[in-house]
């Protein structure tokens, strides 16, 4: 069964940095593999993705040059470094991954697997 578990997240104030990782189990597969994030009434956005097999990387504009995405793939393990967090950028975090495609690598829809979410708070 795969699971994708999160870690990392927490409150810190604006201009503040956190790293999350998302430990992946069970699933050998994986084309990419992505953060969106989700805040209260919103819908769940694309926030960064990883092509696993050539480290290639994808950003949502909101967050180019302050987050980055990388992986480990000896501990089958993905990091999302977030720097000079915003108030905005308060919201559950989720990991997800996908072994199928290539396409629509910042939309929910490219994904068939997700964690549980860990809570990033900015405050200002």
């Known amino acids: 069964q795969v699971q994708l578990v999160e870690s990392g997240g927490g409150s810190v104030q604006a201009g503040g940095s956190l790293r999350l990782s998302c430990a992946a189990s069970g699933y050998t597969s994986r084309i990419k593999m992505g953060w969106f994030r989700q805040a209260p009434g919103m819908e769940r956005e694309g926030v960064a993705a990883?092509?696993?097999?050539?480290?290639?990387?994808v950003y949502a504009d909101s967050v180019k040059g302050r987050f980055t995405i990388s992986q480990d793939t000896a501990k089958n393990t993905v990091y999302l470094q977030m720097n000079s967090l915003k108030p905005e950028d308060t919201a559950m975090y989720y990991c997800a991954a996908e072994g199928r495609t290539i396409l629509w690598a910042l939309e929910t829809r490219g994904y068939n697997y997700w964690g549980q979410g860990t809570q990033v708070t900015v405050s200002s």
């Open positions: 990883i092509y696993t097999r050539t480290g290639s990387t």
